[in-house]
């Protein structure tokens, strides 16, 4: 909360100038909400690239609620259809293949988006005061697009959708008495079948809009509470600011074409290079696959899952590595908001994110041998990062200044 | 009495109301939303298909047969002598899930074990007459069995399951 109110100048409404759109506005204010979003809200004029991250995900989100939209139209959810139903949707329907492209490899493109955006946040402490509840959302936001994924995977009904299926709803079996009757309610049955490829369908055709709620409180948040930048300074005068339009539009714009670019490169030339291809066999009950492998935006919690010997305490430690999430904004105890002053915390943060991406390489290698220990040191680093480094680092951390201004560290870069 | 008492005593059984009526539409929601979540448990048609019987006249010793109950794999398996006898050799103390090999098949039928072909781990389908105790192996997370079925080494916490079965004769077992 900045303590004025700050805003643009913002002089020729349309509704002061089209009696049309006064008498619209008067009734519904959409053209004054449409105003403050993009002419009068103050965004920090030295917002980067990392900041394109956020609308990025937004667009991911409509081209898979879009390409959803026409694969359910074609889509049977049905043990005994389901997989050539897809098969159907790849041959038979006109364009029916790029819809399907365009969703599976659209899904892996958001995680990227999703990873992205996190990682932003979490080097320019974006959770920090008075963002926390945006914050907040925003992870409920990645618990409901993993729930959402995980379940599109399972509809094509092949052999990595059961058993993805069969192993993810089984964690829930780890939890003491109640356990195993959580998971056959899940199931509807006494394993994953019917039942379940049914209310999956449901669900994942229903979270996405769930979703699209999340993202307007995500925003009702962020405009009430403000954008971070990369100084992590508060806005303090009308120099610090500039409207969104033109210039965060032209700018998202930029994101957007190098986002396609990315995305069209693996849609036409490497579609099936993010997923599995035991997914291209149809479900088998009485056969396992012998090497399971979850999506690549799961593997690192994956791993951490695998490397705890006991069965609820991985189920915990996995859960518990997402609650470290919620906890941010009170872990880190340092005064300093955006990483880039904080000499100490910048080498600890690059050692984090190196360490989950070896977490991700761990989740995908064979549970056994050195791959085992290797995913409990990396799990340790993941844990001690939260819980020892962002608590205990200030009280040793040098900070580098802080700029006096947005505008004076606008300046200091331009 | 003064008008002012009156009032009081008012507002205090307008509470009582207020109170009786947020506990009554709590108690309706609660009753409301039971049919909901009972509609996603197993369906009568799904809990009623929990019997099959198998023919085991033609298992070899030393192989099994697979078969499909509720859903899920079991497997009847003929031990060999030595098997039984391994089984029988385990101290229990040294067990995860402590449990004779007596008690996990039928007295007189120690030749034959049935077992659901779970990991009771994470629900994955393990490989029969594999892994460090020559029993199951889990290829999803490693977990392995002995020739009894129980857990031995690995994340799982109970040896693999077993149904509910009878010797309708000699050589027909009812699962379920």
């Known amino acids: ?414 | 009495m003064s008008q002012k008492t009156d009032s009081v005593k008012d507002e205090n059984r307008r509470k009582i109301l207020t109170k009786t009526a947020y506990t009554t539409t709590g108690i309706g929601a609660a009753c409301a939303i039971y049919p909901f979540v009972m509609s996603m448990n197993p369906a009568e048609d799904v809990q009623a298909l929990s019997s099959v019987e198998i023919d085991i006249s033609g298992i070899e010793v030393g192989s099994a047969k697979k078969i499909m109950w509720r859903g899920k794999p079991v497997s009847v398996r003929r031990r060999p002598q030595n098997e039984i006898d391994e089984a029988n050799k385990v101290d229990l103390n040294t067990l995860r899930d402590p449990q004779k090999d007596s008690d996990r098949v039928k007295k007189g039928k120690e030749e034959w074990l049935v077992t659901i072909e779970i990991c009771t781990h994470l629900g994955c389908v393990p490989t029969p007459e594999s892994g460090e105790f020559n029993g199951w192996f889990c290829p999803c997370h490693g977990s392995q069995y002995d020739t009894s079925a129980r857990i031995r080494k690995g994340p799982a916490p109970k040896n693999l399951a077993i149904p509910p079965y009878e010797f309708l004769s000699d050589t027909v077992i009812k699962i379920g």
């Open chain 1, 1 to 414: 909360m900045s303590d004025k109110h700050i805003e643009n100048d913002y002089k020729e409404s349309l509704t002061e100038r089209s009696k049309v759109a006064k008498w619209v506005n008067d009734r519904l204010p959409v053209i004054s909400m449409m105003e403050n979003v993009l002419f009068k809200h103050a965004y920090p004029k030295n917002l980067s690239y990392w900041w394109s991250f956020g609308s990025i995900a937004g667009i991911a989100l409509m081209v898979q609620i879009i390409s959803g939209l026409f694969l359910s139209m074609h889509y049977t959810a049905n043990t005994e259809m389901a997989f050539d139903s897809v098969e159907h949707i790849m041959r038979d329907v006109q364009f029916g293949w790029l819809m399907r492209y365009i969703h599976a490899v659209g899904a892996s493109m958001f995680f990227v988006a999703l990873y992205a955006h996190m990682g932003r946040g979490m080097f320019y402490g974006s959770y920090k005061a008075p963002r926390e509840i945006l914050w907040w959302m925003g992870v409920v936001m990645f618990l409901l697009t993993m729930a959402t994924a995980f379940m599109g995977y399972v509809l094509p009904w092949g052999q990595m959708s059961f058993w993805g299926a069969t192993v993810i709803t089984n964690l829930f079996s780890a939890f003491p008495i109640v356990g195993e009757s959580i998971v056959t309610w899940l199931w509807g049955g006494f394993s994953v079948d019917n039942p379940t490829l049914n209310r999956f369908f449901t669900l994942h055709f229903l979270l996405p809009f769930v979703i699209v709620g999340a993202v307007l409180i995500h925003l009702v948040s962020l405009h009430t509470s403000g954008s971070n930048n990369p100084s992590g300074v508060k806005l303090k005068t009308k120099k610090d600011s500039i409207p969104f339009h033109p210039y965060f539009t032209i700018k998202d714009m930029v994101g957007f074409v190098a986002f396609f670019l990315v995305f069209g490169y693996f849609l036409f030339f490497y579609p099936n290079a993010l997923g599995h291809p035991d997914n291209y066999i149809p479900a088998n009950p009485m056969v396992t696959p012998p090497h399971i492998v979850p999506e690549w935006y799961f593997l690192p919690f994956y791993a951490i899952l695998r490397a705890v010997p006991d069965k609820l305490g991985g189920v915990l430690m996995m859960f518990g590595a997402i609650a470290m999430l919620f906890a941010l904004p009170f872990l880190d105890r340092s005064k300093i908001t955006s990483g880039a002053y904080r000499p100490l915390f910048k080498k600890f943060f690059t050692v984090f994110i190196i360490n989950f991406l070896i977490l991700g390489w761990l989740g995908q290698a064979p549970a056994e041998g050195i791959y085992i220990m290797a995913s409990r040191i990396t799990t340790f680093i993941y844990y001690a990062y939260f819980l020892i480094v962002l608590p205990f680092l200030p009280r040793f951390e040098k900070a580098l200044p802080e700029p006096e201004s947005i505008d004076a560290h606008y300046k200091s870069k331009h």
